[in-house]
Nanobody, 126 residues
Framework: VQLQASGGGLVQPGGSLRLSCSPSGRTDLWNFMGWFRQAPGKEREFVAAINWRGDRKVFADPVKGRFTISRNNANKIMAYLQMQSLQPEDTAVYYC???????????????????WGQGTQVTVSS
């Protein structure tokens, strides 16, 4: 399985972006899709996750109320991360990841994930 994250770019503070995560290979029966980000000089951090049915969503505190996560099991786009009210501190490379396991309590941890995309750059700057 390979994941392709896309949708990043340069946006002004207060703007919005939607990231997409597209898989190649067999991806049925995945359990959670997650988004992580890594800013320069910082460790990779959890952003959000969603389960296959879409009825369980987890968000990191810094993005609650600004980011939403959704999934589409019907076509090539597996998961979306809608980001609103973006701020300079949201600047990072954003990665999507997939796990066949995971629980609501463990999906914040990067070690939980089996597959990772290559990342897409999000830059928030005026």
């Amino acid at each position: 399985v390979q994941l392709q994250a896309s949708g990043g770019g340069l946006v002004q503070p207060g703007g919005s972006l939607r990231l997409s995560c597209s898989p190649s290979g067999r991806t049925d029966l995945w359990n959670f899709m997650g988004w992580f980000r890594q800013a320069p000089g910082k460790e990779r951090e959890f952003v959000a996750a969603i389960n296959w049915r879409g009825d369980r969503k987890v968000f990191a505190d810094p993005v609650k109320g600004r980011f939403t996560i959704s999934r589409n099991n019907a076509n090539k786009i597996m998961a979306y991360l809608q980001m609103q009210s973006l701020q300079p501190e949201d600047t990072a490379v954003y990665y999507c990841a997939m796990t066949y396991g995971g629980t609501y309590d463990t999906v914040r941890n990067s070690y939980q994930y089996d597959y990772w995309g290559q990342g897409t750059q999000v830059t928030v700057s005026s």
